[in-house]
């Protein structure tokens, strides 16, 4: 695992606002924010200049708002996506699931306190996706059939789903629960660290870029249900 900080970049119309999340994640030993971004516009053009890790995105802001420019960044055609933590005053389903299909791997309130903030950008710079387990199970659930990127519409997906091996079957359906690593390594009496390599194999198996694509799939394919 490479030593580098995580590259950050900060985007919010708020200048008192940004100016916290700079003073946060500087303060981190294994951060390092590399740009801000008072608008839409601007976020995409600091993104593609400076290459972040993980781009801290608001939702409403002028000019062009967080959701597109999150499509912008890390939508389904982009080559290589920063991960975008997508941080709002708005608890609204919509606004989940429009972040999520654009390409976001995270979703945070702005009022979470600032170490479920710093939490959140190491989270979905791992490739793991950011909702607690009872939303995901919510939202998910609700919106698995909407929810559509072009990588998981591809015809012949769910025999993909069928060719994975059990445990690997297994772990998929831990990460649609909500599971973190190492929670699924506890359920399933296993390393963190095989945890890892099972989640790599099925990513890379069934073509997805990250864990939230996952959780659409076993949704979508019925490995798990809104009901389980």
């Known amino acids: 695992m490479s030593d580098a900080p995580i590259r950050v970049l900060v985007c919010d119309d708020q200048a008192l606002v940004r100016t916290g999340y700079v003073t946060i994640f500087s303060a981190q030993p294994d951060m390092e924010v590399v740009g801000e971004a008072g608008n839409g516009h601007e976020a995409v053009s600091a993104a593609q200049r400076l290459h972040p890790d993980v781009v801290v995105m608001d939702i409403r802001m002028p000019l062009l708002d967080g959701i597109e420019a999150t499509r912008k960044l890390a939508g389904p055609e982009v080559v290589e996506p920063p991960k975008v933590l997508v941080v709002t005053t708005f608890n609204v389903d919509a606004y989940v699931y429009d972040a999520f299909r654009a390409g976001a791997s995270g979703f945070l309130l702005k009022d979470s306190p600032p170490a479920e903030l710093v939490a959140g950008i190491r989270t979905v710079a791992r ?17 698995a059939e909407r929810l559509r990127p072009a990588d998981t519409a591809r015809p012949g997906r769910a025999d993909l789903v069928r060719a994975l091996t059990a445990r690997e079957l297994e772990v998929l359906e831990l990460i649609a629960e909500g599971l973190s690593n190492a929670e699924i390594a506890a359920a399933l009496f296993i390393s963190p660290e095989t945890v890892k390599t099972y989640v790599s194999r099925i990513l890379t198996k069934l073509g997805l870029r ?15 249900t809104a009901a389980d």
Request: charged share 20%; proline share 3%.
């Open 210 to 224: 990250d864990r939230v694509q996952a959780v659409v799939l076993a949704y979508r394919v019925g490995l798990v």
């Open 127 to 143: 490739g793991e996706a950011l909702l607690a387990p009872t939303v995901t199970r919510h939202l998910i659930g609700r919106f």
